[in-house]
């Protein structure tokens, strides 16, 4: 008895009890107070924090020969609403309205996307990190039409210059005194690289490839330098300040500030769902196959002829079969002796690769080091004479809504196009190979009037209906 008492006692002094001190308990050291982190300290986040993605809704990509595409009514189908089209509803929920919320969304497990009559499936092109999802969309459709980027005392927006009623490219020429014409979006996820000269590759790195993209850009830079170079320091900083983008990237990712990678997530899965297809072309090729016809002729096209369309092709008043015989004529020298596609192939109309076409050339030899065009980015050992002055393959889909022509805007008119691979191909020293027609010699196609006017009248047939309303900008409240 007496043993167990001990024991208990000693449990409840080691425990419980204060130890004697002769002068009172010794002070402890006090904490320093925490010290809010600025942005210079932040910097070394600023490029990647690891994210923790929250459960969402997936958008999925249908194309036409999938069987359910048949099925689906409309471009994007089993739209979320902005209250309950995330499985993110939880957060910050009580158990109640847990289960309501997650009740709510079960319908919405997936988004489909109708992908466009001629196009082929999207989902190959999309890298496995960075799966589409609806709120990481809902994130860069706001982002591409923010005036969020500063240069001076003006602000842009990713559409300023990629503008969705000119099939997100532009009129100018070249834009703010910039070297290249603004390549439309449309489509732009079949793109194995960005850009005219294939500088980088993911959709992921148009907006920022590295930390120094981040820093401030100096002062005394013109927006024209920035247009170059595609890069628009201090915007990690500025998201950062927004109390929008906070909250959204919080919730989406996990993270305190918003981070290059997240922001280069977002605006991609967005550029993602830009497509456009359905053209003349397109229907016509679908009832070829319909009727087992070995190849596209004026029968296919004509039963294509309405009056919209016809108006859309800037003949509204011929007559259907004219303009269906002028289609096969243009379809014909598309793969015939116009050249077009030797380089203008397969269901997009590229070959994904990078030609000299004379435009802009000049007979002087460049100086090393300074090649312009592709050959500047392609690593070394992988180098090709024919990369100098060599610019990428535009798709030839929706050039009505994309003029002007080129990667220095200098052609205004599909006629303008036309007439200069006729007669007026500069014979530059690299000049591609299907354009030669021998040593310092380019080819003369010596076309028609008929002719020329049959090959612009089919690419205008190339051009695909607009972008889904649902793309578009439409501001959440």
Not at 34 to 49: I, T
Not at 318 to 323: L, R
Not at 422 to 444: C, K, M, N, T, W
Request: hydrophobic share 40%; proline share 8%.
């Amino acid at each position: 008895m007496r043993h167990g008492i001990l024991v208990l006692l000693a449990g409840v002094c080691l425990s419980g009890c204060q130890p004697a001190e002769r002068f009172g308990p010794v002070p402890t050291a006090k904490e320093p107070a925490k010290k809010e982190r600025s942005h210079d300290e932040l910097k070394k986040h600023w490029v990647f924090l690891q994210p923790k993605e929250a459960p969402d809704v997936p958008i999925v990509f249908v194309p036409n020969a999938a069987p359910e595409w048949k099925n689906l009514t409309r471009f994007w189908n089993l739209e979320p609403s902005p209250a309950l089209g995330a499985r993110t509803v939880h957060l910050g929920q009580a158990p109640l309205a847990v289960a309501v919320g997650l009740a709510a969304t079960l319908p919405l497990d997936t988004i489909k996307i109708k992908v466009p009559l001629g196009l082929p499936d999207p989902t190959p092109h999309i890298p496995p990190g960075n799966p589409p999802t609806f709120a990481k969309w809902r994130l860069g459709k706001r982002l591409f039409y923010d005036r969020i980027f500063q240069s001076g005392p003006d602000r842009f927006s990713c559409a300023t210059c990629h503008q969705p009623e000119h099939g997100f490219a532009e009129e100018w020429a070249v834009t703010l005194q910039g070297q290249r014409n603004t390549l439309s979006l449309l489509n732009v996820v079949y793109n194995r690289q960005q850009f005219w000269d294939g500088r980088v590759g993911s959709l992921e790195e148009v907006l920022a490839r590295s930390l120094e993209d981040e820093l401030p850009v100096d002062a005394s830079d013109s927006t024209a330098k920035r247009q170059r170079t595609h890069r628009w320091g201090g915007l990690v900083k500025t998201l950062a300040g927004d109390s929008y983008y906070q909250f959204h990237f919080k919730e989406q990712f996990g993270i305190f500030v918003p981070t290059q990678d997240a922001i280069a997530k977002v605006l991609a899965t967005y550029m993602r769902t830009l497509l456009s297809g359905g053209s003349l072309y397109d229907y016509a090729e679908q009832e070829r196959q319909a009727r087992g016809a070995a190849e596209l002729s004026a029968p296919h096209f004509s039963r294509m002829l309405d009056a919209a369309t016809q108006k859309a092709l800037g003949v509204p008043k011929e007559k259907s079969e004219v303009i269906a015989d002028r289609l096969e004529r243009g379809l014909r020298l598309f793969h015939g002796s116009a050249r077009c596609a030797l380089c203008h192939k397969g269901p997009l109309f590229t070959d994904q690769d990078y030609h000299n076409i004379g435009i802009g050339e000049s007979e002087e030899m460049p100086v090393a080091g300074e090649e312009k065009g592709r050959f500047a980015f392609v690593p070394i050992g992988m180098k090709q004479t024919r990369l100098i002055g060599a610019f990428r393959t535009p798709t030839l889909r929706n050039l009505p809504r994309t003029y002007p022509y080129f990667h220095d805007g200098s052609r205004r008119s599909l006629k303008d196009v036309v007439n200069y691979y006729d007669h007026a191909v500069f014979p530059s020293a690299f000049l591609a190979q299907p354009l030669r027609a021998g040593a310092h010699q380019s080819i003369e196609l010596n076309l028609s009037d008929r002719d020329k006017e049959a090959l612009a009248l089919f690419l205008r047939a190339l051009d695909g209906e607009p972008v889904d309303p649902i793309v578009l900008e439409k501001r959440e409240k």
